[in-house]
């Protein structure tokens, strides 16, 4: 366990290394070029950040799901694109910790604090989206092995250097839809491997690829949680998953609002700045006040996490409200900056492009409100 003045000291180190590195042109070269933040995640490794909700016998600091939460927050503000390195990272690592086995944790998770593996998650193919059941990719048993055939796609960040896929495929083709399924971590270098970087409207420096697997041998000891216990891991994944993707989406719309409100107390029309419209200031007022209400919402889950209450209405919620906010604030963000905001040498046109993603990645909008109403007792198909 770390107490809050570690966790509050952490928070504000990370800031001050995200804006050292990720400057406004760090981010927009390698959002053109679409290459991966490597010195940034380097610069949270140093820091410790990587090392933030792990246990300390596995090189971790103890921290919490809220300590988690607080960074992703920060970290996400220059772009929800570069925060999803560190995402990545923790989504699979965390569920590592709460499914693999005690030699697993020892071997995987020291690694990952240290730098010297990033991981990845792999359960969407061209057929399985909203519908994870649909999962067609195969693991069979061979011995000592498992071998791995099908198409996984959209994998954010799968082919950074050293990236660990924490891939989902079915092992019992017989099962009942969501059974059958089963975890397996495999080297992104292993060979049958096939990786391609996609062309994505937002979100390009991460980026998201395509995964081919054609007879990939993969040793036992790499399948987590047990054969045909992958739908426990999807579910243990998602809940940290959609609570740190909601913080990325508070932290990336309080930068976008942030960047608005600058640019209306500068920008001059009619002899005065354009802020001092009511117009635009109520649509800025706005902004921050549903910002704000995000992060309550989204605290308050990883609160409640923490506790080991059940959680998953607040998480749902506050995935779906934090993502549909910076998609919002984008919008508004882009109508407060005129044509600058539309340019593509200024930094709003980025934050719209990738808060579009916000709504569909980690569980579209649609399957939040379904999930939502089935907790409310309504029966929705
Ligand atoms: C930037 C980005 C990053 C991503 N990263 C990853 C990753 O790292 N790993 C990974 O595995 N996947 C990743 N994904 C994939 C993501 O999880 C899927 O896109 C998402 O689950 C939706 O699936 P789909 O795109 O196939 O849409 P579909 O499931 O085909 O849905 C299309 C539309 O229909 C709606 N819809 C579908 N079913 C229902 C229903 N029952 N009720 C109401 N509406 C419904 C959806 O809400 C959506 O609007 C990423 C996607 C994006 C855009």
């Known amino acids: 366990m770390i107490d809050r003045e570690t966790s509050i000291l952490l928070r504000d180190a990370a800031r001050k290394l995200t804006e050292r590195v990720a400057t406004p042109d760090y981010v927009r070269r390698l959002d053109r070029e679409r290459t991966y933040p490597y010195e940034l995640y380097e610069a949270w490794v140093e820091a410790g950040i990587l090392a933030l909700p792990f246990p300390e016998a596995f090189g971790g600091l103890g921290g919490s799901v809220l300590d988690l939460v607080l960074i992703a927050e920060e970290i996400a503000r220059p772009s929800s694109d570069l925060a999803m390195a560190f995402g990545g990272s923790m989504f699979c690592g965390l569920n590592v910790l709460r499914k693999g086995s005690e030699a697993q944790k020892q071997y995987w998770l020291p690694k990952l604090i240290s730098g010297e593996i990033r991981m990845s998650i792999s359960i969407s193919e061209p057929d399985a989206g909203s519908d994870v059941g649909a999962i067609r990719a195969s693991a069979v048993r061979d011995g000592d ?13 799968a082919g ?13 083709p017989a099962a009942h839809y969501r059974q059958g399924l089963s975890l397996f971590l495999v080297d992104n270098d292993t060979p049958g491997v096939d990786l391609r970087k996609l062309d994505m409207l937002g979100r390009r420096s991460v980026g998201t690829y395509e995964i081919f697997l054609n007879d ?30 909601a913080a990325c989406d508070c932290g990336s719309a309080r930068g976008v609002v942030e960047l608005a409100l600058g640019y209306a107390r500068e920008r001059e029309q009619f ?28 605290r308050s889950a990883a609160e409640l996490l923490d506790e080991g209450k059940d959680s998953l209405r607040e998480i749902t919620m506050a995935k779906l409200f934090a993502a549909e906010t910076y998609v919002k604030v984008a919008n508004i963000g882009m109508q407060v900056c005129g044509a600058f905001g539309y340019s593509m040498e200024f930094d709003m046109q980025r934050h719209f492009r990738d808060a579009r993603a916000a709504t569909i ?16 007792g309504l029966r929705v198909k």
Not at 361 to 376: C, F, K, P, V
């Open 361 to 376: 990645a980690a569980g579209s909008s649609q399957m939040q409100r379904n999930l939502i109403a089935g907790l409310m």
């Open 160 to 172: 950074s250097k050293n990236n660990v896929l924490n891939i989902y495929a079915r092992t019992d």
């Open 271 to 298: 002899g005065r700045p354009i802020g001092t419209f009511q117009a635009m200031a109520h649509m800025l007022a706005d902004a921050m006040t549903e910002v704000e209400a995000a992060w309550a919402l989204t």
């Open 145 to 157: 092995a498992y071998v791995l055939n099908g198409q996984k796609v959209w994998a954010t960040a």
């Open 216 to 245: 990939v041998r993969v040793p036992a000891d790499r399948l987590i949680g047990g054969e045909n216990k992958g739908w426990d891991c999807v579910l243990s994944g998602l809940e940290v998953e959609r609570v740190v993707a």
